[in-house]
C-alpha cells in the first residue's frame, strides 16, 4: 500500500485511532493512501516512530489532530517532522488545524508565551511549511520563520447556518464579550443580519487584567521610589451588570466563537439570552475541545445545538451530547495539500475572507 504518488506523501502522526479519521478523509479525497508510519508509545511512555515507506526529494504532509494527552500530541508531531528531515524529505508541510497552546500567546505575568516555544521547536525540528485553521490570534503567525496559511472555517459555517437552520433570516448574531464582537459582525455582514453584543461578563483568562503588565502590584509605597516620582495609581476595573447590546426578543440567538472548551462562559451567555427572549440558541466555534464535562453541561443548557468543526477529534462528546454537530472541514484541507503539492496559488481559499473572520 504505497502513498506516494508524484511525489506526494501523506502521513498522520497521531497514535490514538479515532485522531487518525481526519487524516483518511483528505487522503480519499486526494486520491492517495496514508503513508505506512507506526507510532507508539513505549512501556515507559517515551514515543516512538518509525516510518516505513522512503521520503526521500518527496513533498510530506504531516496531518497531526490535538487529542486530549496534548504533550504527547507534540512530541509524536516534532519526532516525525524530524525523522523525515534525516530521511531527506525535500518538503516537510505540517497540517495541525487547531495549533494547540494557542491560547498561551500573550505574557501573562511572569509566565511565559509557550506558542512562541512551540512554534520555534517546530521550526528547529524541520517544518518547512505549516497549514492550520483559525488561529486563536492571527499574531502567532509571526512566531513562525517560515510560511503559515491560516486558513478559514467560516464559510462552512456559514453554510450550515444557511443549510440547516430553516429560519435564520429571524436570527441575530451574538458576541459573548466585547472581544469577539469582529468575529461576529463580520458573520452577520455575510447573512445579513443583525448583531448584539453581551457585556459585562465575568473576567475570563483573556483579560488584560492579568496582563503582564499589572505587575508588580499596582500599590503606592512612596518609601520605595524617590520623593519626586509619585506614579499615579491605577483605577481598577468594575464590572457593571450584565446587559445585551441589540434585541434578541423572539430571535434565534447564534452565539460565534473560534473555541468552546470550558462551556461556562456560554451557558451564561445563553441563560441571558433566553431571559432577554431569544426563543432558540445555537452556539458556532471552529474547534471544539468540550473538555471535562462540557457535553453533560451543555445537554442540561438552554443552548440548542453546538456546531463545531472536525478540527478535533470529538466522538465521544457527540455520544455524551445529542447537541453537538459536526461540520466537515477535510474539503479545505484537502484543496491546501494539492496547491501547496503543485506549485498553484492559495489566493482562491480566501476568497471573501475578512480579517476577522
Excluded: W
Excluded at 509605597?221 to 441589540?246: D, F
Excluded at 470529538?314 to 484541507?333: A, F, G, R, W
Amino acid at each position: 500500500m504505497s502513498a506516494a504518488k508524484g511525489g506526494l506523501v501523506i502521513f498522520t502522526a497521531n497514535s490514538h485511532p479515532s485522531s487518525r479519521e481526519l487524516g483518511k478523509r483528505i487522503a480519499e479525497r486526494l486520491g492517495v493512501e496514508l503513508g505506512k508510519v507506526q507510532v507508539y508509545q513505549e512501556a515507559n511512555r517515551e514515543t516512538r516512530v518509525q516510518i516505513e515507506e522512503s521520503v526521500r526529494s518527496k513533498d510530506v504532509f504531516i496531518i497531526q489532530t490535538v487529542s486530549k494527552d496534548v504533550n504527547t500530541t507534540i512530541m509524536e508531531l516534532l519526532i516525525m517532522v524530524y525523522a523525515c528531515r534525516t530521511s531527506c524529505a525535500r518538503n516537510i508541510i505540517g497540517v495541525i488545524p487547531y495549533f494547540p497552546y494557542s491560547k498561551q500567546c500573550k505574557m501573562r505575568k511572569r509566565g511565559s508565551i509557550v506558542s512562541k516555544l512551540l512554534a520555534s521547536m517546530m521550526c528547529k525540528a524541520g517544518l518547512t511549511h505549516l497549514i492550520t485553521m483559525d488561529l486563536h490570534q492571527k499574531e502567532i503567525q509571526g512566531f513562525f520563520n517560515i510560511p503559515v496559511d491560516n486558513l478559514r472555517a467560516s464559510p462552512f459555517l456559514l453554510q450550515y447556518i444557511q443549510e440547516e437552520i430553516p429560519d435564520y433570516r429571524n436570527a441575530v448574531i451574538v458576541a459573548k464579550s466585547p472581544a469577539s464582537a469582529k468575529r461576529a459582525q463580520s458573520f452577520a455582514e455575510r447573512l445579513r443580519l443583525g448583531i448584539a453584543v453581551i457585556h459585562g461578563e465575568a473576567q475570563d483568562a483573556e483579560s488584560d487584567l492579568v496582563d503582564g503588565r499589572h505587575s508588580p502590584p499596582t500599590v503606592k509605597n512612596i518609601g520605595a521610589i524617590h520623593p519626586s516620582l509619585e506614579i499615579p495609581l491605577l483605577i481598577p476595573k468594575e464590572k457593571p451588570p450584565i446587559t445585551v447590546v441589540g434585541d434578541v426578543g423572539g430571535r434565534i440567538a447564534i452565539i460565534v466563537d473560534d473555541i468552546i472548551d470550558d462551556v461556562d462562559s456560554f451557558l451564561a451567555a445563553a441563560e441571558t439570552l433566553k431571559e432577554r427572549g431569544a426563543y432558540k440558541i445555537f452556539v458556532m466555534a471552529t474547534h471544539g475541545i468540550l473538555s471535562s464535562d462540557a457535553p453533560h453541561l451543555i445537554e442540561e443548557s438552554a443552548i440548542d445545538e453546538v456546531v463545531v468543526t472536525n478540527t478535533i477529534p470529538h466522538e465521544i462528546q457527540k455520544l455524551q451530547c445529542p447537541k453537538i454537530k459536526t461540520v466537515d472541514i477535510s474539503m479545505i484541507l484537502s484543496e491546501a495539500i494539492r496547491r501547496i503539492h503543485n506549485g498553484e496559488s492559495m489566493s482562491y481559499l480566501f476568497r471573501n475572507i475578512g480579517m476577522d473572520d
